[in-house]
């Protein structure tokens, strides 16, 4: 009989993390939720063993406290195979453009904090061997666009620090790292917001293309829904003189 691996979901309160968590449990894993909302998390989680039977642990975290993000990872039970990180804050674009402390709040919230804490799993598993470490970015880090730039500028940080981590570890044996770049998904982040439909994604559809990535060997920069490949290829092709005229 095999070990039943354990993935940690960090942001485990999200839908994206919820969404993901249950795929994992589906397949039969063992489910650590990382959260600072700790009641929305054990909804999840409630919901998750009654469609599985799989049991989840808690683990509280406010990433944005970096001086205890190496506590945080040595007190885990076990030292997870597979840690995926959905952190993230969508902001106010115009309220970041004045008010300085929402604007570092955003840039620290989608880059500093998980890629210190996604830094730190990086050299575990490498001390180990073996370990997956999926970190959830976004299209809008692809092209700083004017209507949300602070958002944009952070993920595309995160996208560069996943790039240059995946190029290490490809030198270190068995640890993957992934990077998936959603569109639009309908979550609780975008629920204010008129989505184009044939655009937009369920968060069930971003936890099935994590899982297969991460654990089916697919890919390992994955854009969700696959169309937005395309768009952001098309918009990042379009030449500075005339992207600065679009109201994008
Ligand atoms: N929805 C979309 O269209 C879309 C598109 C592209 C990328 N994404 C990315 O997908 C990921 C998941 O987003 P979502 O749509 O599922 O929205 P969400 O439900 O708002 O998820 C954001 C998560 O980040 C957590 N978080 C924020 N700051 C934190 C902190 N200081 N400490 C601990 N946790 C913190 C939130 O926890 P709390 O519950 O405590 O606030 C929440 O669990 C994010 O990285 C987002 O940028 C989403």
């Known amino acids: 009989m095999t070990a039943q691996k354990t993935v940690l979901v960090i942001g485990g309160s999200s839908d994206i993390g919820h969404a993901t968590a249950l795929r994992y449990a589906?397949?039969?894993?063992?489910?650590?939720?990382?959260?600072?909302?700790?009641?929305?998390?054990?909804?999840?989680?409630?919901?998750?063993?009654?469609?599985?039977g799989v049991e989840v642990t808690l683990h509280p975290l406010d990433v944005l406290q970096t001086d205890k993000l190496a506590d945080f990872a040595a007190s885990l039970p076990v030292l997870p195979d597979t840690v995926i990180s959905v952190i993230g804050e969508l902001g106010d674009q115009t309220r970041a453009e004045s008010d300085l402390a929402h604007a570092c709040q955003?840039?620290?919230?989608?880059?500093?904090?998980?890629?210190?804490?996604?830094?730190?799993?990086?050299q575990a598993f490498q001390a180990r061997g073996s370990g997956t470490i999926v970190g959830v970015s976004s299209v809008a880090g692809d092209r700083g666009r004017g209507s949300n730039y602070v958002y944009g500028a952070a993920k595309s940080g995160f996208s560069q620090f996943l790039s240059g981590m995946r190029n290490r570890m490809a030198l270190a044996g068995e640890v993957r790292v992934i990077t998936v770049k959603?569109?639009?998904?309908?979550?609780?982040?975008?629920?204010?917001?008129?989505?184009?439909?044939?655009?937009?994604?369920?968060?069930?559809?971003?936890?099935?293309?994590?899982?297969?990535?991460?654990?089916?060997?697919?890919?390992?920069?994955?854009?969700?829904?696959?169309?937005?490949?395309?768009?952001?290829t098309i918009i990042c092709l379009i030449p500075e003189r005339i992207f600065k005229r679009l109201k994008l």
Do not use: C
């Open 182 to 232: 959603p569109g639009f998904v309908r979550t609780r982040m975008t629920a204010h917001l008129k989505l184009p439909a044939p655009l937009t994604v369920m968060p069930e559809r971003v936890g099935a293309d994590i899982f297969h990535s991460a654990e089916e060997n697919g890919r390992e920069v994955i854009y969700v829904g696959r169309r937005f490949w395309l768009v952001m």
């Open 106 to 122: 955003i840039m620290r919230t989608n880059f500093e904090a998980p890629s210190l804490l996604l830094g730190l799993f990086a």
């Open 26 to 52: 589906q397949a039969g894993w063992h489910v650590a939720l990382a959260a600072r909302d700790i009641v929305a998390a054990q909804r999840n989680a409630d919901d998750i063993k009654a469609r599985t």
